[in-house]
């Protein structure tokens, strides 16, 4: 049982990072499951029940701002979210090997200089939208999913 929620919690991870660039609520929901999986798993370190609880009301908090319409990117905009996303899984990367606030802190960098480097592309320069609302209502759940993930990568370089 513990090598299927290893490779259950391995998948949704990786479904989670891939979705953060598509849909990002549905990125932040799938690492949620995967590292719950994976902490009920055995491999790697087990995360307290504060640290899951608190992710959780972070998820809850992301779903509720998509709920809301809040991550909405306008027709034609798509490609800031691939900057964006992209910025904060690097940024998570950067910050990985500082602990938990270096990887929300890496990740909240990361998208705010990919909204950056966004708005200098021709694209990003014509576009209408306000820049701060889609680094805001993309980068949020970026965020929680690379750092979702990059506590799972941490978790599982524990036992090695």
């Not at 499951?33 to 609880?53: D, E, H, K, N, V």
């Not at 691939?82 to 929300?104: E, F, P, V």
């Amino acid at each position: 049982m513990a090598t299927f929620l290893l490779i259950t919690g391995v998948i949704l991870l990786s479904v989670g990072i891939v979705e953060a660039f598509r849909h990002p609520s549905a990125g932040a929901v799938a690492a949620y499951a995967g590292i719950i999986s994976l902490s009920y798993s055995g491999y790697g370190a087990s995360l307290s029940q504060r640290t899951l609880l608190f992710w959780a009301i972070a998820v809850i908090i992301v779903c509720g701002i998509s709920m809301a319409g809040g991550d909405r990117i306008p027709h034609g905009q798509t490609p800031a979210r691939y900057y964006i996303t992209g910025g904060a899984l690097a940024g998570m990367l950067a910050g990985l090997t500082l602990g938990q606030s270096g990887m929300i802190i890496g990740s909240a960098i990361g998208a705010i200089l990919g909204g950056l480097a966004w708005s200098r592309t021709p694209s990003g320069r014509t576009a209408p939208g306000k820049l701060w609302g889609m680094v805001l209502s993309t980068g949020l759940p970026a965020i929680v999913t690379m750092t979702l993930a990059g506590k799972a990568l941490a978790q599982l370089l524990v036992n090695t």
